[in-house]
């Protein structure tokens, strides 16, 4: 067992408790002021949170209009071709009948 504390000034107590109790009010202070800004980081994060989800939305949405645009460019491109073709082959049989005139 412990031996028990043999105090015998009670000024030296009372000092002490005095200690003690601004100690607690220092520390729930410290404490207090860690869990505000805690709190203000979390706020911050969550906010860039949102603000991140919402520039990935907006980014995919430009993204589908750019593929869509492609799409449509490569179908115009390929109809380009296709009309072409005929007149192609119109031209080079037109050419090779005349003897390259």
């Known amino acids: 067992m412990s031996p028990s504390a043999n105090i015998t ?7 002490f408790s005095g200690a003690l109790n601004r100690f607690k009010g220092e520390a729930l202070e ?3 002021a860690a869990a505000q800004e805690i709190q203000r980081t979390f706020d ?3 906010e ?8 990935v939305r907006r980014r995919e949405e430009i993204l589908a209009q750019v593929r869509a ?11 380009t071709r296709i009309l072409a073709a005929p007149m192609s082959l119109t031209a080079a049989t037109t050419k090779r009948l ?4």
């Open 9 to 15: 000034a009670i000024q030296a107590l009372q000092d």
């Open 30 to 32: 410290a404490l207090n």
């Open 44 to 46: 911050w994060l969550t």
């Open 48 to 55: 860039r949170l949102h603000y991140w989800q919402a520039e």
């Open 69 to 79: 645009e492609l799409v449509r460019c490569r179908t115009a491109a390929l109809a």
């Open 98 to 101: 005349t003897g390259g005139r």
